[in-house]
T-cell receptor, first 113, second 111 residues
Framework: DAGVIQSPRHEVTEMGQEVTLRCKPI?????LFWYRQTMMRGLELLIY????????DSGMPEDRFSAKMPNASFSTLKIQPSEPRDSAVYFC???????????FGQGTRLTVV | DQQVKQNSPSLSVQEGRISILNCDYT??????FLWYKKYPAEGPTFLIS?????DKNEDGRFTVFLNKSAKHLSLHIVPSQPGDSAVYFC??????????FGTGTSLTVIP
């Protein structure tokens, strides 16, 4: 398996624009997590899914953030409209089966100017 | 509110010596604790874990210790190598639930 795949790796956008981050989890994993890395909070959970259903989205900072998981092999995190303070590295991770650990993608570095 | 805390943002150690990274947590219901290692421009990678029913787990140069009464865990790296220089994240979870991460400790191993 290629691991968790995120795209794009880097995204630069102007304030006010819509941004969509994509994630393909490891096949067979039934949990998918979206994290944001910041200096102050470290790896901050935004939302997680179990069997494609959102379980906890309390970490989503504002209504500008939304996430979907239309099937077991794909998830998106959307920010609309984007703001400079959204600039960060966003990680997707998945786990499932007998695994106790989560497997992370390479991350998407988002810069909003 | 941070349920997992790493109070040392950085640590420097000489090559060959022991590195000790510390982590505290607040929720006594966590049943797994994990350490991740992160290099720049890469995603975190799993390093070692420990179940709440154990107090020590060892894997090569890496040992994790769990003190449930103190709600504290630590990662020992012996001997430390320059390639160990990275950011280390402590994490905790309930089975079937989310992972709670600390803010990370940046380890520098000096050759």
């Amino acid at each position: 398996d290629a691991g968790v795949i995120q795209s794009p790796r880097h995204e630069v956008t102007e304030m006010g624009q819509e941004v969509t981050l994509r994630c393909k989890p490891i096949s067979g994993h039934d949990y998918l997590f979206w994290y944001r890395q910041t200096m102050m909070r470290g790896l901050e959970l935004l939302i997680y899914f179990n069997n494609n259903v959102p379980i906890d989205d309390s970490g989503m900072p504002e209504d500008r953030f939304s996430a979907k998981m239309p099937n077991a092999s794909f998830s998106t995190l959307k920010i609309q409209p984007s703001e400079p303070r959204d600039s960060a590295v966003y990680f997707c991770a998945s786990t499932g089966g007998a695994n106790t650990e989560a497997f992370f993608g390479q991350g998407t570095r988002l810069t909003v100017v | 509110d941070q349920q997992v805390k790493q109070n040392s943002p950085s640590l420097s150690v000489q090559e060959g010596r022991i590195s000790i990274l510390n982590c505290d947590y607040t929720n006594s219901m966590f049943d797994y604790f994990l350490w991740y290692k992160k290099y720049p421009a890469e995603g975190p990678t799993f390093l070692i874990s420990i179940s709440s029913i154990k107090d020590k787990n060892e894997d090569g140069r890496f040992t994790v210790f769990l003190n449930k009464s103190a709600k504290h865990l630590s990662l020992h790296i012996v001997p430390s190598q320059p390639g160990d220089s990275a950011v280390y994240f402590c994490a905790a979870r309930f089975t079937g639930n989310q992972f709670y991460f600390g803010t990370g400790t940046s380890l520098t191993v000096i050759p």
